[in-house]
């Protein structure tokens, strides 16, 4: 399978492509106008997921996984608000429904392109 990953900043929505083919579309936060989410072309470098995050304990700012992109500090994750969703709020990461960012994270392997575009 040929994944790839488009974010449309304009949208507010993170489409997953198995080649041509549309496979799943989310609605995602990004960041808000002082720590924008950068736009251009990255790759899944990591992923982690935050099992000791729930349940029982309190939630990661993370939620419960993260997708290290190959901008440094950047990423795809959940989130412990999940009314943040659909606005810019984050400090320029793509926030995820914490179940949206678990089925995205057993799809796509590390190595996944990511192209993020302000349309």
Do not use: Q
Not at 76 to 82: E, S
Request: proline residues 8%.
């Amino acid at each position: 399978m040929s994944y790839h990953i488009h974010v449309s900043i304009s949208k507010r929505k993170l489409y997953l492509f198995n080649g041509n083919k549309l496979v799943r579309s989310y609605p995602v936060a990004l960041g808000k106008i002082a720590t924008s989410t950068p736009y251009g072309n990255f790759t899944i470098i990591s992923k982690v997921p935050y099992p000791y995050s729930y349940p029982g304990g309190p939630l990661s700012a993370f939620g419960t996984y993260w997708m290290g992109l190959s901008k440094p500090h950047y990423g795809i994750h959940g989130t412990n608000n999940p009314a943040s969703i659909g606005k810019y709020v984050s400090h320029g990461c793509i926030r995820m429904y914490n179940r949206d960012v678990e089925t995205l994270a057993k799809l796509v392997p590390i190595g996944t392109p990511v192209y993020i575009r302000r349309e």
